[in-house]
């Protein structure tokens, strides 16, 4: 299967697509994503140039979805959904029991852990935290790996796509 590079797509034009789906008429889509008719219009026109079909046609009930969109329905569902289920896993702090494997040096944790473990008493008494020992060397790969949730490092990572905080 090919890989295509999805990284100057607007995924939002995903949520359009299924409420055009859904609703079978772009101003009540439009309603629904608080948007407005222009918008929805326009992202349309975006879906049709990336998919190369109509998508949907103009009846005198409204828009009704094309073969194609029959087709894509399935996965576009299914995507926001994955998107919408991954929602539901942000922390409650006052309520999760979660453990995080936060990965630092040793002079970090020294200087940074008893803050941590203090102010989590007081904000998560629930959340342990698990400190394992890294260096800069090591820390990108344990973070690809899993190995950790989140780290503190004073230098780089090694990978683009692990996002930094300062």
């Not at 995080?100 to 007081?122: C, H, N, R, W």
């Amino acid at each position: 299967m090919n890989r295509i590079d999805i990284s100057n797509m607007d995924l939002n034009l995903l949520k359009v697509f299924e409420a055009i789906f859904d609703e079978q008429n772009a101003s009540r889509a439009a309603i629904r994503l608080h948007l407005t008719q222009s918008a929805v219009s326009a992202a349309l026109r975006r879906l049709r140039a990336i998919y190369q079909d109509p998508l949907f046609v103009r009846t005198g009930r409204g828009l009704l979805p094309t073969p194609r969109a029959y087709e894509l329905k399935p996965f576009v569902s299914d995507a926001l959904n994955q998107c919408r289920q991954s929602l539901s896993l942000i922390l409650n702090p006052s309520t999760t029991t979660r453990t995080i494997t936060v990965g630092m040096s040793d002079d970090f944790e020294i200087a940074i852990a008893p803050t941590l473990i203090e102010q989590a008493k007081i904000h998560a008494p629930n959340m342990r935290f698990v400190f394992k020992q890294t260096h800069s060397h090591i820390v990108s790969d344990m973070l690809m790996q899993y190995e950790l949730d989140v780290a503190v490092t004073a230098g780089g990572f090694s990978y683009q796509s692990i996002r930094k905080e300062k």
